[in-house]
């Protein structure tokens, strides 16, 4: 009966327990990156700051690791950083073979009204001592995107890498937007 008991409690406390992702993505470019790729990369790991800057909105400048992708074509993302009574959280879209950054002339207000709510339960930030992390988790509870952002203090891009379970891993830079931060 003591067995049981100990298995149930231990049962349910890994279901409870979330998944962490690690402070800083250390392997991003293990298996081939682009040189523009690799220059994000090595930037992203000698900035040690986490987000600083927000709430805000900001995009740019994409370029995907992927079996499915040219990692040489640019991409482009869009992400909102905002708090509410829960604490932080971010928001965003991706856009894929655009012409040019659509998302760049959102100012934050804008950003806050398009991109969907559902983000603020799934998005939540985790503010480590030289990264800022968010992830979501599929039906079992295993990491399916996770994102790192790690700030530039003094021109206040952001360097996100963002991993996508069985599609990229994702190197960005991303600047404030025209009035991307609230009034």
Known sequence: MKKMIFGLVLLMSLSVHAWDAP???????????????????????????ALAFYPGMYSGECNHLSSSLNPDTTHYAGMLFNTDEMGAYMTGSM???????????????????????????????????????????????????????????????????MYMKDFSTAFCRLKPNPNGFPL
């Open 23 to 49: 402070e800083v993505f250390k392997g991003a470019c293990d298996y081939g990156c682009t040189p523009k790729m690799q220059a994000l990369f090595d930037e992203f790991l000698a900035t040690p700051n």
């Open 95 to 161: 856009q894929y073979f655009g012409e040019s950054n659509g998302l760049g002339n959102l100012s934050f207000e804008e950003a806050k009204e398009k991109f969907l709510p559902n983000w603020k339960g799934n998005g939540r930030l985790t503010f480590h001592p030289t990264s800022t992390t968010t992830q979501f988790l599929n039906k079992d509870g295993n990491p399916q995107i996770i994102y790192w952002a790690r700030q530039n203090l003094e021109t206040k891009d952001i360097l996100f890498l």
